[in-house]
């Protein structure tokens, strides 16, 4: 059966730095992409990056791109989201899935299969 | 880059009743499609991948059309537990890039 278990809910102040983490089982860690998803309270989802554990390949949003920092680590099968100062405005839930990548007869598609719990993250002073 | 806009953003509906939800990519390139429902308080689930393929466990009331640029999720039947966020999703090139709508929360009438 395949899991995603994430860390738990953290409490920070701003400027403080926090690493979350989802481990993976029940599948080949390496051969698939993970990702990192955010949801804000009362917004909707928005993709901030994946990893190949592979090879430690990397992309993200644009938009995240800079502001964290998504690792892993294949011998415990686990991925990691990291942020070096943390913001008010990060406050949110944050989600890792899996990223199953399916051959089409005319292309390739990717779509999140499975999910970690959630990890809420409050930053405040 | 892709932006897949969903229609309505939200929706009143009665139990027993026929649901659509739209999503329209910015441009032309997004072959497949998939769709995600959340609850309050939980993670995302799969219902449906590539357009129209029900991920296995998901009951048949839920339906995925479309090409192209416009896509659509159907629920045949409202249930009770489906009262929830609806997402659409896309990732159709390499590296992936994952694109999401913004969500059309379905409520109860």
């Known amino acids: 059966e395949v899991q995603l278990v994430q860390s738990g809910a953290e409490v920070k102040k701003p400027g403080e730095s926090l690493k979350i983490s989802c481990e993976a089982s029940?599948?080949?860690?390496?051969?698939?992409?993970i990702g990192w998803v955010r949801r804000v309270p009362g917004k909707g989802l928005e993709w901030m990056g994946i990893?190949?554990?592979?090879?430690?390949?990397?992309n993200y949003n644009p938009s995240f791109q800079g502001q964290v920092t998504i690792s892993a680590d294949k011998s415990i099968s686990t991925a990691y989201l990291q942020w070096s100062s943390l913001k008010a405005s990060d406050t949110a839930n944050y989600y890792c899935?899996?990223?199953?990548?399916?051959?089409?007869?005319?292309?390739?598609?990717?779509?999140?299969?499975?999910w970690g719990q959630g990890t809420l993250v409050t930053v405040s002073s | 880059d892709i932006q897949m806009t969903q229609s309505p953003s939200s929706v009143s509906a009665s139990v027993g009743d026929r649901v659509t939800i739209t999503c329209r990519a910015s441009?032309?390139?997004?072959?497949?499609l998939a769709w995600l429902q959340q609850k309050p308080g939980k993670a995302p689930k799969l219902l449906i991948y590539?357009?129209?393929s029900l991920q296995s466990g998901v009951p048949s009331r839920f339906s995925g059309s479309g090409s192209g640029t416009d896509f659509t999720l159907t629920i045949s039947s409202l249930q009770p537990e489906d009262f929830a966020t609806y997402y659409c999703?896309?990732?159709?090139?390499?590296?992936?890039?994952?694109?999401f709508g913004q969500g059309t929360r379905l409520e109860i009438k």
């Open positions: 899935a899996r990223l199953l990548k399916q051959y089409m007869e005319t292309g390739v598609t990717y779509f999140f299969d499975y």
């Open positions: 029940g599948y080949g860690f390496t051969n698939y992409w």
């Open positions: 990893i190949y554990p592979d090879d430690f390949d990397t």
């Open positions: 441009q032309g390139t997004s072959s497949w």
């Open positions: 590539a357009t129209s």
């Open positions: 999703q896309q990732a159709n090139s390499f590296p992936p890039v994952i694109t």
